[in-house]
């Protein structure tokens, strides 16, 4: 199916930054709206104003950048619907909110907070659903002059017919029946003036021409409130699909006690965006069949609701650096290297004076094992001589082998000064004569007194990659170190 009209939206409120949830959202509808050529929307929906902050606002931009999940309308970008931040579009509501008083659907409610509180203990008591009684609902004019004469300022309120059961179709759920007894009248709009969300993303999302309303299935509560107010505006109601919560492994909610949540700490650990996008659009959808690593394209191209799944999206961390750990290693060693960098820079490794050659050949060779960027400063600082130095099993090593090891490395020092490089047959001269001088030495030894004193450690990539990389004068250097220790 191919549509222009096909209009979907994320619709971000900026009072906490960007998590796996939202983001997830995100992708879903960007994913869906690419898949039929329709067009993706980002609003930003900033009408609680205590909570709302500018920060929160430019960080869930800057990391729906980073996700590479673009929008074709939003912040940025502009459209035909703009502006696309609620808090520059209130004359819009107001315009709403005229309709809805002049069809009587509306009421001031001048009930305070401690008032309303008790309703909701008194109802909880009694065991029934918390919700507004309707007190203030036919107060006179002159009852509600009084009220305003004590000071109180009303909010708006819908007025719910309680007779007609709300139905709708929900396209990963079904249908849909709602009671709407249990919604009672609420609020749409606070004493300043101001639309809540209910309110706002309704209107928003018929003037912005939006088909389908793709979002997490906590706001599936809200949808009999946003198709009441719809249907009593004369408005188009968009299709609906509730994707499914988001749980950690142990089926809690996901919570910071899991770990990181949010995607901008992803960003930071070192997760590749490419990663983190295919990991997300595998929660809550699959492809119908067994495979996991997607490319964009491929997402794209499979993207249809009809896989969405309604039981929950287990969020497993592990998986989640696996799938890094494979767009690590299959990334261009170019691309990857760009990524690393920060990385190397901010774990203290100097790599302005290097060649990009060099670092590249380093970050090629020391990848194999990541699970995320993070993890490459402590691996591949063997290569950087600010940071040589031997652990302490590799002493143990040399120690334990002392005369083994003086013999190999002052035999290979020599040979090194007599060497110009260690490339290909520069390393594999090197090693033959090594052998020759040192007869007595094991095979393994013989190696591994190298391995020891040229990279401070027991274990790591081949000698034959980390000599040459390293060169001679360094080899060198770290040679005298390690005979240092033997005196
Ligand atoms: N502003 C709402 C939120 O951030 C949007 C919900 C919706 O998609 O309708 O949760």
Request: overall charge positive; hydrophobic content about 35%; charged content about 25%.
């Amino acid at each position: 199916m191919t549509s222009p009209s096909i209009r979907v939206r994320m619709a971000p409120s900026p009072t906490g930054f960007l998590h796996i949830g939202g983001a997830r959202t995100a992708l879903f509808n960007y994913l869906f709206a690419k898949h039929h050529q329709g067009t993706f929307v980002l609003r930003i929906e900033d009408t609680d104003k205590e909570r709302s902050t500018p920060e929160y606002e430019k960080a869930i931009i800057e990391d729906l950048q980073w996700l590479g999940v673009r929008w074709d309308e939003g912040p940025l970008k502009e459209g035909s619907y703009g502006p696309y931040t609620q808090s520059q579009r209130l004359p819009m509501y107001q315009k709403y909110l005229k309709k809805l008083e002049a069809l009587s659907k509306v009421y001031p409610c001048y009930c305070s907070p401690e008032e309303l509180e008790a309703e909701r203990q008194d109802l909880l008591k009694r065991h029934k659903t918390p919700r507004y009684m309707g007190k203030c609902r036919n107060l006179t004019p002159q009852e509600r002059k009084t009220l305003e004469n004590q000071g109180r300022v009303p909010v708006i309120r819908f007025r719910i017919d309680e007779t007609q059961p709300i139905q709708f179709h929900d396209l990963i759920r079904g249908d849909i029946s709602v009671d709407p007894a249990i919604l009672g009248d609420f609020v749409i709009c606070k004493g300043d003036g101001w639309p809540l969300y209910n309110f706002s993303a309704v209107v928003d999302d018929c003037e912005m021409k939006i088909s389908h309303v793709i979002r997490g299935e906590e706001h599936i509560s809200n949808t009999p409130r946003q198709i009441l107010l719809a249907q009593t505006l004369g408005l188009q109601l968009p299709s609906y699909a509730h994707v499914s919560i988001i749980l950690a492994p142990d089926r809690s909610k996901l919570s910071k006690r899991h770990g990181a949540t949010s995607v901008g700490e992803y960003k930071k650990m070192g997760f590749l965006p490419q990663a983190l996008k295919n990991y997300l659009a595998l929660l809550g959808w699959n492809p119908g069949d067994e495979r996991e690593m997607m490319s964009e394209e491929e997402l794209i191209q499979n993207f249809v609701i009809e896989r969405m799944i309604k039981s929950p999206a287990i969020f497993d961390v592990e998986k989640l650096k696996w799938m890094n750990g494979m767009y690590i290693r299959n990334s261009s060693v170019e691309a990857i290297t760009k990524e690393a960098l920060p990385f190397l820079e901010s774990y203290g490794l100097e790599i302005q004076s290097k060649k990009m050659a060099w670092l590249q050949k380093v970050i090629g060779t020391v990848r194999g094992n990541l699970e995320s960027l993070n993890q490459i400063g402590h691996i591949a600082e063997l290569f950087f001589d600010e940071k040589f130095s031997l652990e302490a099993e590799a002493k143990t090593y040399l120690t334990n082998n002392k005369d083994k090891a003086k013999e190999i490395l002052k035999t290979l020092d020599g040979l090194l000064s007599q060497a110009s490089h260690l490339e290909m047959e520069g390393f594999q001269k090197l090693q033959s004569d090594l052998k020759e001088k040192v007869a007595s030495s094991d095979k393994k030894i013989l190696f591994q007194v190298q391995r020891v004193a040229v990279t401070g450690r027991l274990k790591g990539p081949e000698m034959n990659i980390v000599m040459p990389l390293l060169g001679v004068d360094s080899c060198r250097k770290r040679i005298h170190i390690a005979q240092s220790c033997l005196v």
